[in-house]
């Protein structure tokens, strides 16, 4: 009998219960006291013998659920079974872009309190050329979707160059990230286009939005304009995304701004949402927020629910933690080529030329040393880590890779696993060490 070493067992804040945690194929249980003992006792014992109908029960569902093999060597070809599959997916999807991002300029009309572009100077102000735009064919030929992006997509000067996208791709689905200030100006072509959603980021209500999100020469407010600019474009038919990043000051304001915009359009499908904590904010604050924007409750009303959110989503449809092999798609798919000739595939790094995958303009090609190269494989500290198949190396951006390779971000799967705990009833874990 052997008790898999790639394994969890949380003691919980409850008397007599304890999570435990397949890490080769992301089944959760939940053990008794009793259960915990009868382990112990079995993985020190070259010998089992089952006094009740209970412990063979308990034993055969261990072996079931694969917390139990015949040795250490299963456990092994099993786990490098799991990375064969999952490498395998891996690989296609890196290979297989069919969404391309254009960052169309640096430049915006909006001054940002926490913008994390506010670095990004240089060439600002430069705008793709139509030739730029002629490559894409050659080095993304099987793309089906664009997402316009910036800086802010939507001035007025870069109206030419979205024109020429749009004749050259006529019938490709757009998707664009949008301060939302410019809609009016845009909204006869948007009107004639595929578009999947604009997403207008609103941060609270009129008095807190205009304190971080102003135009940048004049300060002038913005909030009054865009709730505009929504009503203009759900009346064209065209999908708005409400972004709201969030902070612990503004989230109870988010959240009743989002009610108050569903009663303002009861049952339509052209207003979704996508409430986040705002990226620089500190591990204490994302554990805070992230169980109140990702709960079961509001499921339907946030869209980062329906992709990332693995394991909110395990805790809804009794399913098994999903396994990662990698981070996000900014390991894999994700592709934004810019106004200076260069490939990233983070949008919270377009700009940062330390975090470009590639170039593809004048020249094309991809750099070894890149996030589209990081994975549970190349991650050093990742390749004997028992917990990295469910964590996937954390977040990669530039911080995460330096001239001796890439590094993991192990704060991730620790907070994961706290609000999976609080999730299910559980104030406070530790783990177990058999």
């Known amino acids: 009998m052997h008790f898999i070493e790639h394994s969890a067992i949380m003691k919980t804040n409850k008397n007599d219960e304890y999570i435990l945690i397949n890490l080769l194929n992301g089944l959760s249980d939940i053990l008794s006291e009793e259960d915990l003992n009868l382990i112990k006792i079995w993985r020190e014992s070259d010998d089992i013998e089952f006094n009740n109908k209970y412990e063979t029960e308990l034993y055969d569902t261990l072996i079931q659920r694969k917390y139990i093999m015949e040795n250490p060597e299963e456990e092994n070809r099993y786990k490098e079974s799991q990375l064969a599959i999952l490498g395998k997916n891996y690989e296609k999807r890196k290979n297989n872009i ?16 926490y913008c994390f572009e506010s670095n990004v100077s240089s060439h600002e102000k430069d705008l793709l050329t139509q030739d730029m735009i002629d490559r894409i064919e050659e080095f993304f030929p099987d793309i089906e979707s664009i997402l316009l992006y910036g800086g802010e997509p939507l001035l007025e000067q870069n109206m030419d160059i979205i024109k020429y ?9 757009y998707r664009i990230i949008t301060n939302g200030y410019g809609i009016d100006k845009y909204i006869d072509i948007l009107k004639k286009i595929k578009v999947k959603w604009l997403q207008v980021t609103l941060d609270g209500g009129k008095e807190t939005h205009d304190k971080s999100r102003f135009l940048k020469n004049n300060r002038m407010e913005t909030f009054d304009k865009l709730i505009s600019n929504i009503d203009l474009a759900i009346k064209n038919n065209i999908r708005i995304k409400v972004r709201m990043n969030i902070s612990k000051a503004n989230y109870q304001e988010c959240l009743e701004l989002r009610e108050n915009l569903k009663e303002k359009y009861p049952n339509n499908e052209l207003l979704i949402f996508e409430l986040q904590p705002i990226f620089q904010l500190d591990d204490e604050s994302k554990n805070f927020l992230e169980p109140i924007l990702y709960s079961v409750d509001e499921y339907s009303d946030n869209t980062i629910n329906n992709s990332s959110v693995n394991f909110q989503k395990s805790i809804i449809d009794g399913k098994p933690i999903g396994l990662k092999f990698y981070n996000c798609s900014a390991e894999t798919s994700a592709r934004l080529i810019d106004n200076r000739g260069d490939i990233y595939s983070c949008l919270v790094s377009v700009g940062n030329r330390d975090s470009r995958v590639g170039t593809y303009y004048p020249e094309f090609k991809y750099f070894e040393k890149s996030l589209i190269n990081r994975n549970i494989t190349t991650i050093e500290q990742c390749k004997n880590c028992k917990f990295s198949l469910l964590c996937g190396g954390g977040c990669g951006n530039s911080k995460n890779i330096n001239d001796e390779g890439f590094i993991g971000e192990c704060s991730f799967f620790s907070r994961k696993l706290l609000q999976y705990s609080n999730a299910l009833g559980y104030e406070t874990i530790e783990e177990v060490i058999l």
Do not use: A
Request: glycine fraction near 8%; include cysteine.
């Open 98 to 113: 069919k969404d391309l991002g254009i960052v169309l300029t640096y430049d915006c009309n909006f001054g940002c309190s």
């Open 165 to 173: 996208i749009i004749k050259k791709y006529p019938d490709k689905e």
